[in-house]
């Protein structure tokens, strides 16, 4: 007996797999738009963490207090990539050297849900 044709157990069987494999492709391109996303709102909080160390870098050493940074906000452009993102700078200075002062700058911003997502933290040290 010669057979011609595809049965109908057939043509289920490779449409359920076709089916299976296209669910997993579209779970790994929603993965993969996620991770996009999240690197670019990454980059985005290094480049300002960097742009703000740098403006207080070519700050005067006695004009760099907790007072005078405490205006400082991010960039329109910076709050688009990371709505509801903020700016937090502190300026210490050690107990053992009077002469320096240590200066964090830190990025942050919540995630799709709302959560705080993980953070953008500088820290640089500052002589006269």
């Known amino acids: 007996m010669t057979r011609r044709g595809v049965t109908l157990l057939e043509v ?7 089916a299976a494999m296209t ?10 738009a996620g991770g996009r ?16 160390m740098e403006r207080l870098a070519a700050r005067p050493f006695g004009d760099l207090t907790p007072r005078q940074v ?10 688009k990539q990371l709505p ?16 320096a002062k240590r200066v964090t700058v830190r990025v942050k911003w919540p995630d799709a849900s709302g959560e705080p997502a993980a953070s953008v933290q500088l820290v640089g040290w500052r002589y006269p």
């Open 37 to 52: 996303r999240a690197l670019g709102q990454r980059q985005t909080a290094l480049r300002e963490a960097t742009n703000v």
């Open 23 to 32: 669910v997993i492709c579209l779970q790994m391109l929603t993965a993969s």
């Open 70 to 79: 405490a205006g400082l906000k991010l960039s329109e452009a910076a709050l």
């Open 84 to 99: 509801g993102g903020t700016l937090e700078i502190d300026v210490l200075r050690p107990d053992g050297d009077p002469e």
């Open 12 to 18: 289920a069987v490779a449409g359920a797999v076709l």
